[in-house]
């Protein structure tokens, strides 16, 4: 795919997302990130803020806590006329630490992966904007994967 979209925010998982024990934040606050991600995704390529309409792979990799900073990231990796297919990860880069003190945090060597999806968004058929035709195919085919 010639087209590398990509786009990428970073957040802190504030109080009002704990929804568990041990203020642990619910996953879907990382989808909804995620549906931030894809609407930049889709504004960047059609100029419209598109509809997230599925998730045909979701992984939630580690527990995400009250204080933990993440960057959410996704990327174009297939598209049609009207669909656009997006990876997702979200990754942790500073871990609340509240158990040392109540303003503790730690910046991780490492960032963690704490979830990976692969996400369908669709845009109106009159935002669409056609891509031209490669040699031997045509115009938005089917969903395209980069490789």
């Known amino acids: ?16 997302d704990a929804h ?9 606050r990382i989808l909804q990130l995620f549906g931030d991600v894809v609407t930049e995704i889709t504004v960047r ?3 419209d803020e598109g509809l997230l309409s599925g998730y045909s792979e979701v ?3 580690a527990p995400v806590y009250v204080g933990d900073y993440l960057e959410v990231s996704g990327r174009l990796v297939g598209r049609s006329r009207l669909r656009r297919v997006v990876e997702f990860t979200a990754r942790k880069y500073i871990a609340a630490r509240y158990e040392q003190g109540t303003t503790r945090a730690e910046l991780l060597g490492e ?12 845009v109106p058929r009159d935002a ?13 085919a089917d969903v395209s994967r980069a490789e």
């Open 1 to 16: 795919m010639s087209e590398a979209v990509s786009a990428t925010l970073c957040a802190r998982m504030a109080q009002k």
């Open 20 to 28: 568990y024990g041990g203020n642990l934040v619910d996953g879907a």
């Open 45 to 47: 390529m059609d100029g």
């Open 59 to 61: 992984e939630f990799k």
């Open 111 to 122: 960032p963690v992966v704490v979830c990976r999806a692969v996400g369908t968004a669709v």
């Open 128 to 140: 669409a904007r056609r891509r031209p035709a490669s040699a031997g195919g045509t115009a938005d």
